[in-house]
Every structure is written in structure tokens, then in C-alpha cells.
């Protein structure tokens, strides 16, 4: 059983098509879906977009988690919240209807998390500017993610994210994980660059 959260609050761009891909963006910690809904219009026609609120109030605005640090995942939370978006996605896309994960920040744990539970739901996931939750309870084993489809965004200047999560984020991702790895590192911080929104769009259309 997840914990009693309320039903997901949710940000749409154009109309949930139920024969379209879906595209579901997760905004970071302390934000909200309204937020991150803006990133659409970067991103290609096409898909039908869904920006998500995340269920845990935190820091003005929510969170995917319970964190032990930034960047650590408490299992039982995210374990928790993971079942409560599954209940959510699963009646809007079932088998068939492609879905993609856009997560920035806490949401890209959060994406990072629902891949690593279940590697061959997914369409494609993009972990923007955070890291994958190691030792949270899912699977980081070798060849975990063979052939999946990942895009990475880090930035070389990010202070926000800690330096050895997005270091190990990265060797699993081009390395160990078997995905299919398309990354990029931005000379900024902790923020989506315009380059990285275009190169993120042409994944998307490439997989939509």
C-alpha cells in the first residue's frame, strides 16, 4: 500500500489523445508542475505532455521523496511515491501507448527511479541536471537498463547536485547500465540550457 497521497495534479499542453506518446515532465524539488509544463513549448508536436505534481509539500512548493541528503532517496518514500504515479500513469497509458520521462533535478531521481524499477516501460527517459537514486531500492546492476533509451544533461558548473552522485550517474549511465546513452554536459550550472532543450526535442521526435 503507498502512503494516502492525494490525486495527482496535473498540467497539460494540448489534449490528452489517448492514440499520441506521452510525455511526462517532473519538475525538481520545491517546485511544481505549472513550472516545468513551460518546457513543452521547446519540445516537439506531436506527443501529448503532462506535467506532474509531485505529492510530498516541501520547501513552498513538492517533492518526489523523503531525502537522507540531496540526491539520496529514502527507499520506503520513493517506493512509496513510485506506486502512487504508477496508479496514475497506468490507466491513461496502458501497454501499447508509448511513455517518456522528462525529470529535472529531484524529478530526474525520480524518473531515474521508475526506469530502474521497470526498464522496459519506458519509451525513453531523460535525467536532466541530477542524479539516478543509488541505494534507494531499485536495481543499479550491470546490464540493468540494456538498450534503453536515456538522454543526460549534466552541468559542469552544478553545485546544487553533490559531484560524486553525478559522476556515478554518469560512468552507470554510459557504462555498467547497458543503456542506450545519448549525453551531454552544459558549461552552466544547475539549469536547462537552450542548446540542451533542442537537443532534447530531437530525442524526443526521434522516439515519439
Do not use: K
Not at 63 to 73: H, S
Not at 103 to 114: D, I, T, V
Not at 192 to 199: D, K
Amino acid at each position: 500500500m503507498h502512503a494516502p497521497f492525494a490525486e495527482p495534479t496535473v498540467a497539460w499542453q494540448g489534449t490528452d489523445e489517448p492514440d499520441q506518446p506521452l510525455v511526462v515532465l517532473l519538475h525538481g524539488r520545491g517546485s511544481n508542475e505549472s513550472g516545468i509544463i513551460g518546457l513543452a513549448n521547446h519540445l516537439p508536436a506531436g506527443p501529448s505532455y503532462a506535467a506532474v505534481r509531485a505529492p510530498i509539500p516541501a520547501g513552498g512548493g513538492y517533492a518526489w521523496f523523503a531525502n537522507r541528503g540531496i540526491g539520496r532517496p529514502v527507499a520506503e518514500s520513493l517506493e512509496q511515491t513510485m506506486a502512487w504515479f504508477r496508479g496514475w500513469l497506468d490507466p491513461l497509458a496502458p501497454a501499447g501507448r508509448p511513455v517518456s520521462l522528462v525529470g529535472f533535478s529531484g524529478g530526474a531521481a525520480f524518473a531515474g527511479g521508475l526506469l530502474l524499477a521497470d526498464p522496459a516501460r519506458f519509451a525513453g527517459t531523460a535525467i536532466l541536471y541530477g542524479t539516478l537514486p543509488f541505494e534507494a531500492g531499485v536495481p543499479t546492476t550491470a546490464g540493468r537498463l540494456a538498450g534503453a533509451p536515456v538522454f543526460l544533461a549534466h552541468g559542469e558548473s552544478d553545485t546544487v547536485i553533490p559531484a560524486d552522485l553525478l559522476g556515478r550517474t554518469w560512468d552507470y549511465l554510459l557504462g555498467d547500465s547497458g543503456a542506450d546513452t545519448h549525453a551531454r554536459r552544459d558549461p552552466g550550472g544547475h539549469a536547462l540550457t537552450a542548446e540542451t532543450a533542442a537537443a532534447l526535442g530531437d530525442w524526443i521526435s526521434a522516439r515519439a
